[in-house]
């Protein structure tokens, strides 16, 4: 079994930071790319930012210059460090791992079960 943990949410006013945190746990041999998505009441669930085992990321352009993706690969862990928040950045926070839990499986995707952020103006 594998499970993925956010935490980190929380209310911030605008301007503000927050560093949301996402840990797997279970039987994982190896993950490849990590990422966070967000969904605001109302709107379809999109792609924040993502980043391969590498270290390698891209952002969504919304968030570019304000957000920083990394990760612990020892500790199966990703980050997501939100500066310069906005209102519109309201949403729940989900990330998402492909992760291969041993030599011979496939990767299969994974989420975490979501985190709220709310920036007040």
């Known amino acids: 079994q594998v499970q993925l943990v956010e935490s980190g949410g929380g209310l911030v006013q605008a301007e503000g930071s927050l560093r949301l945190s996402c840990a797997a746990s279970g039987s994982i041999f190896s993950i490849s790319a990590m990422a966070w998505y967000r969904q605001a009441p109302g709107k379809q669930r999109e792609l924040v930012g993502t980043?391969?085992?590498?270290?390698?990321?891209n952002y969504a352009d919304s968030v570019k210059g304000r957000f920083t993706i990394s990760r612990d690969n020892a500790k199966n862990t990703v980050f997501l460090q939100m500066n310069s928040l906005k209102p519109e950045d309201t949403a729940v926070y989900y990330c998402?791992?492909?992760?291969?839990?041993?030599?011979?499986?496939?990767?299969?995707?994974?989420w975490g079960q979501g985190t709220q952020v709310t920036v007040s103006s």
């Open positions: 980043v391969t085992s590498g270290g390698s990321t």
């Open positions: 998402n791992a492909f992760i291969r839990r041993t030599v011979s499986t496939r990767e299969i995707s994974y």
